[in-house]
T-cell receptor, first 115, second 111 residues
Framework: GAVVSQHPSRVICKSGTSVKIECRSLDFQATTMFWYRQFPKQSLMLMATSNEGSKATYEQGVEKDKFLINHASLTLSTLTVTSAHPEDSSFYIC???????????FGSGTRLTVV | GESVGLHLPTLSVQEGDNSIINCAYSNSASDYFIWYKQESGKGPQFIIDIRSNMDKRQGQRVTVLLNKTVKHLSLQIAATQPGDSAVYFCAERVGNEKLTFGTGTRLTIIP
């Protein structure tokens, strides 16, 4: 149980375009979703925390107008990378707490390449 | 906290031997810790967790040790197998559900 489905797994887009990444909780309600970014050979860095029905909380240095997060339902959170540039190329991963107070479920990640 | 660098620390272990991966965490108020395994191109996979009121927890072939005095966490993998080759991350949580990840260690099992 407690599965988070993340799509797409890979996407290549042109500079200046926008890309939407979806994370769906399949068998539980995710009131909170964490969005991470991971550059090659580096750790996961938290970008933002989305909460169902309210505005996302962004970490310092993350542009909220560039990385749009929507958490409109208890089972879906989306991250949209707007006006993508090659430096946005990275591995994006979502994660939701399981609600038991302990444990997190991670999506399988999205490899974004901006050309 | 630990700095994030361009090169992961690496550990090479002979197949069948035991491995120990270490992690220094940053916040003395962290109440929950998790070890994750990440294979190339995939999301983190849960290995084992431990709460701050414990100092040791065992799973199947894995043991996590927590030393709050020096803010140190370790993951011991017994009888390593080729499938254990991956990058291992520790993560800490401070109260509000947000996880902070450590730098990571690349474990390579030598056949």
């Amino acid at each position: 149980g407690a599965v988070v489905s993340q799509h797409p797994s890979r996407v290549i887009c042109k500079s200046g375009t926008s890309v939407k990444i979806e994370c769906r909780s399949l068998d539980f309600q995710a009131t909170t979703m964490f969005w991470y970014r991971q550059f090659p050979k580096q750790s996961l860095m938290l970008m933002a925390t989305s909460n169902e029905g309210s505005k996302a909380t962004y970490e310092q240095g993350v542009e909220k107008d560039k990385f749009l997060i929507n958490h409109a339902s208890l089972t879906l959170s989306t991250l949209t990378v707007t006006s993508a540039h090659p430096e946005d190329s990275s591995f994006y991963i979502c994660s939701a707490p399981r609600g038991s107070g302990y444990g997190y479920t991670f999506g399988s990640g999205t490899r974004l390449t901006v050309v | 906290g630990e700095s994030v660098g361009l090169h992961l620390p690496t550990l090479s272990v002979q197949e069948g031997d035991n491995s120990i991966i270490n992690c220094a965490y940053s916040n003395s108020a962290s109440d929950y810790f998790i070890w994750y395994k990440q294979e190339s191109g995939k999301g983190p996979q849960f290995i084992i967790d431990i709460r701050s009121n414990m100092d040791k927890r065992q799973g199947q072939r894995v043991t996590v040790l927590l030393n709050k005095t020096v803010k140190h966490l370790s993951l011991q993998i017994a009888a390593t197998q080729p499938g254990d080759s991956a990058v291992y991350f520790c993560a800490e949580r401070v109260g509000n559900e947000k996880l902070t990840f450590g730098t990571g260690t690349r474990l390579t099992i030598i056949p």
